[in-house]
C-alpha cells in the first residue's frame, strides 16, 4: 500500500529492520533511509550531501530534496518527501530515466574525484563542504532527478583550479 506520510526518526545507526512509513536519519553518518513508499518493501537508503539529497528539518517536519526516483526498482515509484507528506510524482518515461541516470553518474563522479583530490593534497581550504564516504557506496537504483545547484558546480571548478598541478 503506499505510503502518504512517513515519520521522520533520528538515530545514530540505522536500524537492519525498517518499520513501514517511517524515515531513519542519521545525522552522524548522513545518512537516511526508509522502505519504498509505495510498499514493495525495498529499502531505499540516500545519502545525505550537498550533491546528493538534501533534508531540512522544520520543527517535527522534515523534506528531502531532490526527489526519490527508484528507478531500478521493479516499482519505480518517484516522489518528493516534504514536510512529511510523500507526494507522488509522475514517472518517467525510459528516455528521461536515462539521461538522468548519465547526469548522476557524471556529478557522483566529479564530485569522488575532487573529494579524492581534496583528500590527496590537502590544499583546498576549509571552506568546501566535506562529503561522506557514503557517495561511493549509494546504490545505482537510487538517483537525484535534480541537477545538482550552480553552486556545486562552481566549487568542483574551483578545486580543480586550486587542486591540479
Ligand atoms: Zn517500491
Known amino acids: 500500500m503506499r505510503q502518504t506520510h512517513l515519520k521522520p526518526q533520528f538515530v545514530e545507526f540505522i536500524p537492519d529492520q525498517l518499520d513501514d512509513g517511517v524515515l531513519y536519519i542519521s545525522e552522524r553518518f548522513r545518512t537516511c533511509s526508509h522502505k519504498c513508499c509505495c510498499g ?4 531505499v537508503v540516500l545519502p545525505l550531501s550537498p550533491a546528493e539529497w538534501q533534508l531540512s528539518r522544520d520543527g517535527d517536519f522534515v523534506s528531502l530534496w531532490p526527489s526519490v526516483g ?3 526498482y521493479p516499482c519505480r515509484s ?4 516534504r514536510r512529511n507528506q ?3 510524482a509522475a514517472s518517467m518515461t525510459e528516455h528521461q530515466i536515462r539521461r538522468v541516470k548519465q ?3 557524471v556529478a557522483l563522479r566529479l564530485q569522488i574525484n575532487a573529494n579524492n583530490t581534496t583528500r590527496a ?3 583546498v581550504g576549509t571552506s568546501a563542504p566535506s562529503i561522506s564516504a557514503d557517495a561511493s557506496g549509494a546504490p545505482s537504483g537510487i538517483s537525484l532527478s535534480n541537477t545538482p545547484s550552480l553552486s556545486i558546480w562552481k566549487w568542483i571548478r574551483s578545486l580543480w ?3 591540479s598541478g
Open 161 to 163: 583550479g586550486s587542486g
Open 103 to 105: 547526469r548522476d553518474e
Open 121 to 123: 593534497t590537502g590544499a
Open 70 to 72: 527508484n528507478w531500478d
Open 86 to 88: 510523500v507526494r507522488w
Open 78 to 81: 518517484h516522489y518528493v518527501i
Open 40 to 43: 514493495c518493501g525495498d529499502e
